[in-house]
């Protein structure tokens, strides 16, 4: 989870250990890349599209070229519209728009990850 705001990400953390998931937690895209580099396992990237320092798509750009396949969900607080037409993010992907509850982030993340598994 890469989150610059400390109440959506403890929020989201949250949620998904709540949910059984084992999360490692990032407040920027330095630290989220450190992460990435030196876990043995991460089957997700769920990251905030505009961040400090560089943008959520960036960070998936380089997390997809440490480890090939790996999926992503993007959050945002703006419209999928918005973000689509800004260029900040193409329109096939998979996206949670904030405010977002305990069930739409439990529903997203278990698309996704059943999405693989196949």
């Known amino acids: 989870m ?9 929020y989201s953390v949250s949620v998904l250990r709540d949910l059984g998931y084992a999360v490692l937690e990032a407040g920027h895209p330095d630290e989220a890349e450190r992460i990435l580099r030196d876990e043995a396992r991460i089957d997700l990237l769920f990251t905030d599209v505009v961040l400090p320092g560089r943008s959520g798509r960036v960070l998936a750009q380089q997390a997809q070229e440490l480890r090939p396949g790996l999926p992503v969900l993007y959050t945002t607080g703006y419209s999928r519209n918005a973000i689509v037409h800004q260029g900040r993010l193409d329109a096939d992907v998979n996206l949670i728009t904030k405010p977002f509850t305990f069930e739409q982030l439990a529903e997203k993340i278990r698309n996704i990850l059943d999405h693989i598994r196949r």
């Open 2 to 10: 890469v989150e610059d705001n400390d109440d959506v990400r403890n």
